[in-house]
């Protein structure tokens, strides 16, 4: 390594994290925030008798506050401002629990799908969309 490659290396500090290690630590975080979903949505409608998409929706507006800090935090190990990234996290959860909603209500009232299965489907749809969009436009 030369002296000039020495000083990039020194001024600009360490490489960012790979893509592939960002997306495993937002799988990790997207698993727990899905757990906790997951429960409030079984809660609801077992115990409570409420129907899957307000359910769902309910779940995933908790879940939405601990994947933001948790996103925040440990998966994008972000430096920007709250003021600046919450905002955007929260315009892009908006969006996120409108396609949870959405693909909850057609699996389950379209389709005929049993409320976990439509849950997953959901799941799939909203992780792709919260991964790119988190990762290009909030942190």
């Given amino acids: 390594m030369t002296q000039p490659d020495r000083v990039q290396l020194l001024t600009t500090g360490p490489a960012p994290l790979p893509l592939l290690h960002k997306f495993s630590r937002f799988l990790l975080v997207g698993g727990v925030c899905t757990a ?23 779940g995933y507006v908790a879940s939405s506050l601990l994947n933001y800090l948790l996103n925040y935090s440990f998966t ?33 009232s379209v389709f005929g799908l049993h409320y976990l299965l439509a849950q997953i489907i959901a799941t799939c749809v909203t992780l792709v969309w919260n991964f790119v969009a988190n990762l290009r436009w909030t942190f």
Avoid: D, W
Wanted: include cysteine.
């Fill in 36 to 58: 906790l979903q997951y429960a409030l949505l079984i809660l609801l409608v077992e115990a409570f008798r409420m129907p899957p998409t307000p359910a769902s929706t309910i």
């Fill in 76 to 108: 994008f190990k972000s430096r920007a401002e709250h003021r600046h990234s919450l905002p955007r996290f929260m315009v892009i959860a908006l969006c996120g629990v409108a396609l949870n909603a959405a693909v909850t209500f057609a699996g389950t």
